[in-house]
């Protein structure tokens, strides 16, 4: 098929790939455009953008496509299908309209729950126990439209956002594929009204630790938001984050006020229950195992991990 690839991160590659092995005329790639980053603060392509000129791709990369010159380019593409993953920009009706089979989406949630921007992130704070991949096709709402091809996955008791991703990311790809090998056959199912959920955009403001909750409240957040913006707390007046953790073994190796390390084994004290912090990471260094971390940070029994304001 003639394909137009929408996508900007890493997510998205291992299905611009996917495509091209298949060997799917890939139109164009359209991603976000170069944006400043590193020490210089130099333009530095997408994930996508990259890729595709690897593959020698035509790259578009327009911040809007709202404006009828950049719909009529897209048009005069004359794709059969657009396919989008994680591309950063709403598509107007005329772009959803433009293909001969309009625009599937893959959506790494099982829909209609966790709808929207952050639904790796959301399912696993949340404690959801599975997730999934869904191919929908595009309409105006929010990831409303119809599915046409989902497929299940668990998430394990330490399962990271980073780890999850790139599962869905190799199953979306290989998903996608399927799809369009067999569009024709495939009957759009709409979404149920029930079991809607959204996710929202992580906020850096929700990556301190709150020591009260519950541990396995705890151990979600540190695990949701790994590895960004990566979840903190502040010891002896500096930031740590933590981008990996377990619950800790009842009865716990000691005990303590929320915040409190309790053992060797940088478990710590929750409102209830504790946990231990498996993957650390100071600031303006890289991350570390505990054994490693604890060698060059010290964190005896009994220190406080605080959050900050305490």
């Given at each position: ?22 060997g ?10 170069p ?17 595709a ?27 059969d ?45 949340a ?30 008791p ?54 009260s ?83 060059g ?14």
């Amino acid at each position: 098929m003639r394909v137009i690839f929408m996508g900007t991160p890493e997510f998205s590659v291992p299905v611009l790939d996917a495509l091209v092995r298949a060997g799917h005329d890939i139109a164009a790639v359209y991603c976000q455009p170069p944006r400043p980053a590193g020490r210089g603060k130099k333009d530095r392509p997408t994930p996508v953008h990259a890729r595709a000129l690897d593959l020698g791709l035509e790259v578009r990369h327009p911040v809007s496509l709202k404006a009828p010159s950049e719909q009529a380019a897209f048009a005069g593409l004359a794709a059969d299908v657009a396919v989008v993953v994680a591309y950063g920009l709403i598509l107007p009706q005329a772009i959803l309209d433009a293909p001969a089979r309009g625009c599937l989406n893959i959506h790494a949630s099982l829909l209609p729950r966790w709808r929207g921007a952050a639904p790796i992130h959301r399912a696993i704070m949340a404690g959801d126990t599975k997730t999934g991949i869904c191919i929908m096709q595009m309409e105006a709402g929010l990831d409303t439209g119809p599915v046409l091809m989902r497929r299940e996955m668990e998430i394990g008791p330490e399962d990271t956002t980073a780890l999850l991703h790139d599962r869905l990311s190799q199953t979306g790809a290989e998903l996608i594929v399927e799809a369009l090998a067999f569009l024709v056959e495939l009957t759009p199912v709409p979404q149920p009204s029930e079991g809607v959920t959204y996710a929202a955009k992580i906020d850096k403001a929700e990556a301190e630790i709150d020591w009260s909750a519950p541990a396995a409240e705890v151990d979600r957040k540190i695990r949701g938001l790994s590895p960004f913006p990566g979840a903190w707390f502040s010891v002896d007046g500096q930031r740590i984050k933590v981008l990996a953790s377990r619950l800790a073994p009842r009865p716990a190796p000691g005990s303590g006020a929320p915040g409190t390390v309790l053992g060797d084994n940088l478990a710590v004290a929750c409102g209830d229950g504790a946990v231990e912090l498996l993957r650390l990471q100071r600031a303006g260094k890289g991350a570390q195992d505990r054994e490693i971390f604890l060698r060059g940070f010290p964190l005896a029994a009994g220190t406080r991990l605080l959050s900050e304001g305490e």
